[in-house]
C-alpha cells in the first residue's frame, strides 16, 4: 500500500524566514507526485506536479524536488499569504492518489 | 472560467435522512471523485468515475451512494447508514482516471454536520 508522511505537522515563520516542507513516500511504481495548496474551508489548489528524482518546479517564493524516497517543499522568503496547509499525494501502481496529511504553515508579519 | 462547483456550502443532516452533494464540472474532465476529509487524516476516497454510467468505489464507500449519468455531473448521496457524516466533502476532477499522471483539480467543498 502506498504511504505518505508529511512534517513537520504545523510550522511557524516570521516573514522572510526561508524554509522547506518534507513529503516521504513509499509507493509501488511512483507516476507521479503533487503539491497542493489548502486554505481554510477551501479545496486544495494544484501547485506542482514531479514525474521523475532530480526534477524541479518553481512558482513565485515555491520550489518542489524530488528524490526516490521524498520530495521538499522550499519556501523563500515567505509572506503572511503563504499561510496555508500545504498537501502532498502521490499516484502510484494501485491505481489510486494517496494523499498525507498535511503541512500546516503559518507566516508572521 | 473553467471550474469545479459543488454545491451546497454548508449542509445538515437530520437522523435517519438521506442528503445529496452536487458537484458539476466544465472542465471536460473524463475522470471525476469523492474525497472525504477530516481534521488530522489525509484525504481518503469515497468513490471515483472514469467514465459516464460507470463508477467503482473507493476506499470507504460503506453509506454512500452516487450516480454519473453526464459527463459533467458526479452526485453523491450520503445515506442514513452512514453513521458518522459530519466532515468536509470535496469533489475533484482530472483528465484521465487514476491510473495516470495528471493531477486532481478540486472544488471549494460541502462541510456536512449532523442536526
Known amino acids: 500500500e502506498d504511504q505518505v508522511t508529511q512534517s513537520p505537522e504545523a510550522l511557524r515563520l516570521q516573514e522572510g524566514e526561508s524554509s522547506s516542507l518534507n513529503c516521504s513516500y513509499t509507493v509501488s511504481g511512483l507516476r507521479g507526485l503533487f503539491w497542493y495548496r489548502q486554505d481554510p474551508g477551501k479545496g486544495p489548489e494544484f501547485l506542482f506536479t514531479l514525474y521523475s528524482a532530480g526534477e524541479e518546479k518553481e512558482k513565485e517564493r515555491l520550489k518542489a524536488t524530488l528524490t526516490k524516497k521524498e520530495s521538499f517543499l522550499h519556501i523563500t522568503a515567505p509572506k503572511p499569504e503563504d499561510s496555508a496547509t500545504y498537501l502532498c499525494a502521490v499516484s502510484g501502481g494501485y491505481q489510486k492518489v494517496t494523499f498525507g496529511t498535511g503541512t500546516k504553515l503559518q507566516v508572521i508579519p | 472560467d473553467g471550474g469545479i462547483t459543488q454545491s451546497p456550502k454548508y449542509l445538515f443532516r437530520k437522523e435517519g435522512q438521506n442528503v445529496t452533494l452536487s458537484c458539476e464540472q466544465n472542465l471536460n474532465h473524463d475522470a471525476m471523485y469523492w474525497y472525504r476529509q477530516d481534521p488530522g487524516q489525509g484525504l481518503r476516497l469515497i468513490y471515483y468515475?472514469?467514465?459516464?454510467?460507470?463508477?467503482q468505489k473507493g476506499d470507504i464507500a460503506e453509506g454512500y451512494s452516487v450516480s454519473r449519468e453526464k459527463k459533467e455531473s458526479f452526485p453523491l448521496t450520503v445515506t442514513s447508514a452512514q453513521k458518522n457524516p459530519t466532515a468536509f466533502y470535496l469533489c475533484?476532477?482530472?483528465?484521465?482516471?487514476?491510473?495516470?499522471?495528471?493531477?486532481?483539480?478540486f472544488g471549494d467543498g460541502t462541510r456536512l454536520s449532523i442536526l
Open positions: 468515475s472514469q467514465i459516464v454510467n460507470d463508477f
Open positions: 475533484a476532477s482530472s483528465v484521465e482516471g487514476p491510473q495516470a499522471h495528471q493531477p486532481q483539480h
